[in-house]
């Protein structure tokens, strides 16, 4: 399986952006499917969960209400609404893929090489 992030770039304090992640490969294992972030010289960080049903999804507190989890299975490609950016909303935004079902620390075990998220202020 492999993982293609895309969608980050350059936005203002308040702006929107939507990150993608398509899957290739053999991709029928995939179940949950999250987005995590890093930024400089901080550890990686959950962002946010769904399940293939698109139904179950989690996110980390610090972006809920601002972002939203989506997927299109017939795409193999899940997506990251972000509104209401902040300054600390600055991160490289990697997607991931797990075989398991849960939502909730799912084992992730394919990994996209990220995009990167610039909020200015």
């Known amino acids: 399986v492999q993982l293609q992030a895309s969608g980050g770039g350059l936005v203002q304090f308040g702006g929107s952006l939507r990150l993608s992640c398509e899957a290739s490969g053999r991709t029928f294992p995939i179940n949950t499917m999250g987005w995590f972030r890093q930024a400089p010289g901080k550890e990686r960080e959950f962002v946010a969960a769904?399940?293939?049903?698109?139904?179950?999804?989690s996110y980390v507190d610090s972006v809920k209400g601002r972002f939203t989890i989506s997927r299109d299975n017939a795409k193999n490609t899940v997506y990251l609404q972000m509104t209401s950016l902040k300054p600390e909303d600055t991160a490289v935004y990697l997607c991931a893929a797990a075989r398991s079902v849960r939502v909730s620390t799912p084992l992730y075990e394919f990994w996209g090489q990220g995009t990167l998220v610039t909020v200015s202020s």
């Open positions: 769904i399940s293939r049903s698109g139904v179950s999804t």
